[in-house]
């Protein structure tokens, strides 16, 4: 069974910074599309950014100039660097992966982690 495994998050002052990671070790080596997503009680999973390789990542407009999502094809892992935190950031993130370009559209990702919760409050 595929498995994404995510660590990182958990609670962040306003300002602050946090990093998430994601390994998908059945994907290691292979040209696939990762890319996290966020979701709060109530509201749809939104997309925040992903990423293929030799492409420029695609963030969401709210968090353009303080996220930064990278990718380690070698290893199946994507990593999500969080800085200039505010409390409307804080959701649960959900990294995901297809195995072709990138969509904005969770429901075009096949695999998906479990979620690791991001709060940020002073």
């Known amino acids: 069974q595929v498995q994404l495994v995510e660590s990182g998050g958990g609670s962040v002052q306003p300002g602050g910074s946090a990093s998430l990671s994601c390994v998908a070790s059945?994907?290691?080596?292979?040209?696939?599309?990762m890319a996290w997503f966020r979701q709060v009680p109530g509201k749809p999973r939104e997309v925040v950014a992903r990423?293929?390789?030799?492409?420029?990542?695609i963030y969401a407009d709210s968090v353009k100039g303080r996220f930064s999502i990278s990718q380690d094809i070698a290893k199946g892992t994507a990593y999500l660097r969080m800085n200039s935190l505010k409390p409307e950031d804080s959701a649960i993130y959900y990294c995901?992966?297809?195995?072709?370009?990138?969509?904005?559209?969770?429901?075009?990702?096949?695999?998906w982690g479990r979620g690791t919760q991001v709060t940020v409050s002073s």
């Open positions: 995901a992966l297809k195995t072709s370009y990138c969509s904005p559209d969770a429901a075009a990702f096949r695999y």
């Open positions: 990423t293929y390789p030799r492409r420029d990542p």
């Open positions: 059945d994907f290691a080596s292979r040209l696939v599309c």
